[in-house]
């Protein structure tokens, strides 16, 4: 059975809770008290479960996985699924998995931490300038979506699990809404909803919800 080192509140983490629930592969979680208590930042933590000091991590088989877009591609490959019908397709998916990394979730993610969850409230330059930069990239995706279903061929792929994971959080905690702005995108994100295995973030990851603080 797959274990997965998450939190609740991880987009990154939920990307492969999505995966693996919609691959049927049954898996347990460990808290990571990443916001709190800084658990990830210790010593101890980076010496026996990553190095890197992030979630998610995924125990598979004796191994041990890090990095969500690497993850993503690893059970892709292995349970045949989710990964792209052939090559053009796999080099699509890796394409956008790319730029969700650098730029989509690169962007979102620390602009809803500092939103929500950062230990004071954000300076508005730099909150300004996450925001310029989530513009251009929720911009590339909403017209990359237009007259398509899915970010890479006729089916859902990791691309999609990737690019939508911090996109199904209530918009409180990042106070960036989808609807209205990025038609494209929103109902892009209701069809992920509909795909068999997909659930609330906060119903199916470990931890507990917490209010946004700015």
Not at 51 to 57: D, Q
């Amino acid at each position: 059975m797959y274990h997965l080192h998450g939190f609740c509140q991880s987009g990154n983490t939920f990307k492969v809770a999505f995966l693996l629930r919609a691959l049927k592969q049954p898996f347990e979680t460990t808290f990571v008290d990443y916001l709190q208590g800084g658990e990830n930042r210790t010593p101890e933590w980076r010496a026996t479960v990553n190095e890197m000091g992030e979630a998610p991590v995924l125990d598979a088989d004796g191994r041990r996985l890090t990095q969500s877009g690497a993850i993503l591609t690893w059970l892709a490959d292995r349970h045949g699924a989710f990964g792209g019908r052939d090559a053009d397709e796999r080099f699509e998916v890796l394409r956008w998995i790319l730029f969700d990394n650098h730029k989509f979730t690169g962007y979102f993610a620390p602009y809803r931490f500092l939103k929500a969850f950062a230990p004071k409230p954000p300076d508005p330059a730099v909150h300004a300038w996450l925001r310029g930069r989530l513009d251009n990239a929720f911009g590339i995706v909403d017209k990359h979506l237009a007259g398509r279903e899915w970010m890479v061929g006729d089916a859902p792929t990791i691309a999609d699990f990737s690019l939508s994971g911090y996109l199904f959080y209530p918009v409180e905690e990042s106070g960036y809404p989808v609807e209205g702005r990025y038609p494209n995108i929103a109902a892009w994100v209701q069809r992920l909803r509909g795909i068999p295995g997909w659930a609330d973030p906060y119903e199916v990851l470990p931890g507990k919800k917490l209010a946004p603080k700015w």
